[in-house]
């Protein structure tokens, strides 16, 4: 009976060479594919900001019917902390408290009245909107109505806010919400080259 003497060349698996062909192929695609994902996370996350927002405004709205009575939407926050928005009774001028209602955007979004700095998109044209918007807190009247209050008048008009994540490089990044007169409430995203909803 013969035995068989087995040598290394009977051994399968992978080379060095190989293995490190594989984890720089691997590196390469993980190199270009990573900057993609995190913008497309943070679209994501600026896209759910905006609907909460969105939210927000809607319930300011609706409690001001179901209470009878003007009600505001003001922010806190931005720049370096989290951007808040909350709900308070319109001649409420303090700052946000933990029985307000409230909702949380995705840091780092900042509000600003009109874009601006490097990359920033024209401002939503006013034939676009429909009307010349207020840039202050939004309040509702307890008809629904937005407007802006004043020293216990509330005049109807309309509103705009807008909003730059600093984690989305370039024109990208930017959203804003719209409320109409009539109080439509519309979500605004910048696409690099114009607004869309």
């Given at each position: 009976?013969?035995h068989?003497v087995s040598n290394?060349?009977d051994?399968?698996g ?9 984890v ?5 695609v993980t190199?270009?594919?990573?900057p ?5 996370i943070?679209n994501?996350k600026l ?10 405004l809607q319930?300011?709205?609706m409690v001001a019917?179901q209470q009878?009575k ?12 989290r ?14 408290a ?7 955007m995705?840091a780092p979004?900042?509000?600003l009245?009109t874009p ?15 009307f010349?918007p207020?840039?202050g ?10 407007c ?5 008048t509330?005049?109807n008009y309309?509103?705009i806010?807008?909003?730059k ?17 009539a ?5 605004w ?6 607004w869309?909803?």
């Amino acid at each position: 009976m013969k035995h068989r003497v087995s040598n290394h060349s009977d051994r399968s698996g992978f080379s060095l060479l190989e293995v490190l062909i594989v984890v720089a192929v691997a590196m390469v695609v993980t190199a270009t594919a990573v900057p993609g994902m995190t913008t497309a996370i943070a679209n994501a996350k600026l896209r759910a900001s905006m609907t909460s927002l969105s939210g927000l405004l809607q319930n300011t709205r609706m409690v001001a019917v179901q209470q009878s009575k003007t009600k505001t939407a003001h922010f806190s926050g931005g720049t370096t902390t989290r951007l808040i928005g909350f709900i308070k009774d319109a001649a409420d001028t303090s700052a946000v408290a933990t029985k307000d209602a409230q909702v949380e955007m995705e840091a780092p979004i900042t509000r600003l009245t009109t874009p601006s700095g490097p990359g920033a998109p024209t401002a939503i044209s006013t034939t676009a909107l429909g009307f010349t918007p207020q840039t202050g807190d939004s309040s509702f009247n307890s008809r629904g109505l937005p407007c802006a209050y004043s020293s216990g008048t509330c005049t109807n008009y309309g509103f705009i806010y807008y909003f730059k994540d600093s984690r989305i490089t370039g024109s990208g990044g930017w959203a804003a919400i719209s409320v109409s007169p009539a109080g439509r409430i519309k979500r605004w995203f910048h696409n690099g080259s114009i607004w869309t909803d």
